[in-house]
């Protein structure tokens, strides 16, 4: 960009320039803030490039967005990433299961393991291979949690004996020795 192209910023634009600074949200917003602060001063790209520690086509990019965006063209845009392999349809059915035992999905198991869960979506919903990481994350972010069994306090029951003894006599009734003839 030309020096003869630059518009000087207004006094308004200067005060919600250094307003912006103090309350920028990352440090690519930061420099690009300074870098259009430094160049309505009089710096050089070059000189820009050097004092904010990045490339001159860093900073003749963020000029770019400046002159033709302004303020929104500085703030930070949302990086792109891969679509999720799980649809939300395959997500909301794996939430449903998860209100039952495994047991009634046709699980042999006590509690939904990530595992098993990454199981379920395979098997019964169709979805690609996942990682657990994966599953766990996208779980908390809809508000799900993990369940850790914790020590409680110990109390001495008054009743142990006559329940283990019942728990004995349940076990021994239980397999029982047959007579061979």
Known sequence: MQRKDWVR?????????RYRLRRAGSAAERRRLNAV???????????IAETLCCSVG????DLRRWRTERFPGLAPRP??????KVSDEQFAALEAAL???????GYCAGTWTLPLMV???VERMGAPQL?????????????????????????EDPQREAKLAAIEAA????WQRTQTP
């Not at 602060?37 to 000189?47: E, F, P, V």
């Not at 209100?99 to 009634?104: I, L, N, Q, T, V």
Request: overall charge positive; proline content about 6%.
């Open 9 to 17: 910023l207004t006094k308004g634009q200067r005060r919600a320039i």
């Open 37 to 47: 602060a430094l160049y309505d001063a009089g710096q050089s790209m070059k000189a």
């Open 58 to 61: 860093s900073i003749s990019l």
């Open 79 to 84: 990086c792109g990433g891969s679509e999720p």
């Open 99 to 105: 209100e039952a035992p495994p047991s009634e999905v």
């Open 119 to 121: 199981r379920f979506l």
């Open 131 to 155: 990682h657990i990481g994966n599953v766990s994350r996208r779980l908390a972010a809809r508000g799900w949690q993990r369940l850790r069994p914790r020590l409680g306090i110990v109390r």
């Open 171 to 174: 076990k021994r009734g239980r």
